[in-house]
């Protein structure tokens, strides 16, 4: 049974900076893409950010030059580097992996980001 474990969320004011780590407790790592999405109050959860097999990564347009994921498969995790934090980036971010082969989904337990202005 793969186990996604968030860390590094928290308060922080606007403009600052935190990095989210999720470690992935399976044996696969490698080969999953790999993907942070997020959900604020009221609203439907979003992808983030992507990271596959080969490195390639996708941002959405509002993180564009300011979030930077990335993977470290000997360590089995993966990143979110989130720098000019905004309050509109305030949420629960979630890390999920996603199995290239079989195509099976699983999702972390969400760490809490809350930026204030």
């Known amino acids: 049974q793969v186990q996604l474990v968030e860390s590094g969320g928290g308060p922080v004011e606007a403009g600052g900076s935190l990095r989210l780590s999720c470690v992935d407790s399976?044996?696969?790592?490698?080969?999953?893409?790999m993907s942070w999405h997020r959900q604020a109050p009221g609203k439907q959860r979003e992808l983030v950010a992507s990271?596959?097999?080969?490195?390639?990564?996708y941002y959405i347009d509002s993180v564009k030059g300011r979030f930077t994921i990335s993977r470290d498969n000997a360590k089995s995790t993966v990143y979110l580097q989130m720098d000019s934090l905004k309050p509109g980036d305030t949420a629960v971010y979630y890390c999920?992996?996603?199995?290239?082969?079989?195509?099976?989904?699983?999702w972390g337990q969400g760490t809490q980001v809350t930026v204030s202005s």
């Open positions: 399976g044996s696969g790592f490698s080969l999953n893409t």
């Open positions: 999920r992996a996603r199995n290239s082969g079989s195509g099976d989904e699983y």
């Open positions: 990271v596959n097999s080969v490195r390639s990564t």
